[in-house]
């Protein structure tokens, strides 16, 4: 069996199987004396997995202090091998660019399964539990942008980031039902939604877009990734892979496109364009797939929450250019 397989199939016995566990090890190839970050640390399945395949070194970081927190024993047990940072993953070159450049990066842009399993956390609409979504504890709530921002605001924070077609009736069925009182639980925002939105197929609640949408205008999570497709190529060591696993079609697009720019896969520039504005510089990275990898059929039916993932991945060149 595949190493990286072997190591999956394990950790799925131990009840501990991040998405694409077995794709990202085989992406990220850990090798021994190799320095590694998890920029999404979330429950450690990542970091747990590297520092099983090969005697390295894992730098991991996550916004969330619970997640550091439950970090703690496994920090114990590394006997200094894993070292845990609490910040935003778009803060890595100040947590962390002393310690590179890294062997591998790796971001996870899901949501943790504690996150979505804590009511008090507000994640999921699957649970009546406070309307809050933040991924750290500072910040605006969801609850204050569902409650304080007008209606033209909320419509177009759910048409971009959920992409929901009914944005505007969804929008007007928020300011409505507000005029009684703050929404204040997930339940009551799921219920508004719901009444406002018709089901479209089954098993597909039609908050589902909107709640998306909040999320990720609470966490700012777009901009976040923006920063991060700025920042993690630069800590990446020759020969060095960013590996990043998205789960929704925005994030997705963002990425393919800043990945294929720094690969210089973009249109070539118009025979119209002055010589002075063309660049003429090769490359500094490579994709290591023109097409973004997907969960195998065993990990869907073991993992329903993994089928939209898609997993892309890009390696610094040396600087010759060749093949490390």
Do not use: W
Request: aromatic share 6%; proline share 7%; glycine share 8%.
């Amino acid at each position: 069996m595949n190493h990286a397989y072997q190591i999956a199939e394990e950790m799925q016995q131990e009840g501990h199987f991040p998405v694409m566990l077995p794709e990202v090890l085989e992406t990220l190839n850990p090798q021994a004396e190799g320095v590694y970050l998890d920029g999404t640390f979330g429950g450690g399945g990542y970091s747990r997995a590297l520092l099983r395949a090969a005697p390295c070194t894992v730098h991991a970081i996550d916004r969330d202090p619970d997640a550091i927190k439950r970090g703690q024993p496994l920090v114990a047990a590394s006997e200094g091998r894993l070292h845990l940072h609490q910040g935003t993953f778009s803060a890595m070159k100040e947590l962390v660019g002393h310690v590179g450049p890294f062997q591998g990066i790796v971001l996870d842009l899901g949501m943790s399964s504690f996150q979505l399993d804590q009511e008090d956390r507000g994640f999921s609409f699957r649970h009546d539990g406070p309307l809050d979504m933040r991924m750290s504890t500072d910040g605006l709530s969801a609850a204050d942008i569902v409650n304080g921002e007008k209606e033209q605001a909320l419509a177009d924070i759910l048409y971009h980031y959920g992409e929901e077609r009914r944005s505007r009736r969804v929008a007007r069925a928020i300011v409505d039902a507000r005029q009684s009182g703050p929404i204040q639980t997930t339940g009551q925002l799921a219920e508004i939604i719901r009444k406002a939105v018709p089901k479209e197929r089954p098993n597909f609640d039609p908050a589902t877009r909107s709640f998306q949408a909040i999320r990720i205008a609470v966490n700012d999570e777009l901009g976040e990734l923006e920063r991060t497709l700025e920042a993690a190529p630069t800590l990446l060591a020759p020969g060095g892979v960013f590996c990043i696993v998205t789960f929704h079609s925005l994030e997705d697009r963002m990425t393919k496109r800043a990945l294929a720019r720094l690969a210089g896969r973009v249109a070539g520039p118009s025979r119209h364009t002055p010589l002075s504005m063309q660049r003429s510089e090769a490359p500094a990275f490579e994709l290591l797939h023109t097409r973004p990898r997907t969960p195998t059929e065993k990990e869907l039916q073991l993992n329903p929450r993994s089928r939209s993932a898609r997993l892309r991945a890009l390696r610094r060149l040396p600087a010759n250019g060749a093949p490390a």
